[in-house]
């Protein structure tokens, strides 16, 4: 089992920036990639990043690219901030070796962080 525990979020204003992180616990030399995903108030879970923990190109979701950075030791840096980038910030582990978008191809999830940007 992995467990996995986010912290950094808080509330910031817009333009602001927030550096979120993932601290993993258990087997971790199991898990070989890992993500981001965020759910706003009233919507669905969406993707946000992901990267495989060896290194690699990272996938951003369009809405974050050039303002966030995912890495690979379980960091995700947002610049920049939003109004918009409010939500529930959680991250996930996959056993397996891809960079996916799909929530299905994650095993093990965080209980999750609020960012809250608002002025």
């Known amino acids: 089992q992995v467990q996995l525990v986010e912290s950094g979020g808080g509330l910031v204003q817009p333009g602001g920036s927030l550096r979120l992180s993932c601290a993993a616990s258990g087997r971790t030399f199991s898990t070989y990639a890992m993500g981001w995903f965020r759910q706003a108030p009233g919507k669905k879970r969406e993707f946000v990043a992901a990267l495989i923990r060896t290194g690699g190109r990272a996938l951003y979701a369009d809405s974050v690219t050039g303002r966030f950075t995912i890495s690979s030791t379980g960091y995700l840096q947002m610049n920049s901030l939003k109004p918009e980038d409010t939500a529930v910030y959680y991250c996930?582990?996959?056993?397996?070796?891809?960079?996916?978008?799909?929530?299905?191809?994650?095993?093990?999830w965080g209980q999750g962080t609020q960012v809250t940007v608002s002025s």
């Open positions: 996930a582990a996959s056993l397996r070796m891809i960079v996916a978008e799909r929530e299905s191809e994650y095993d093990y």
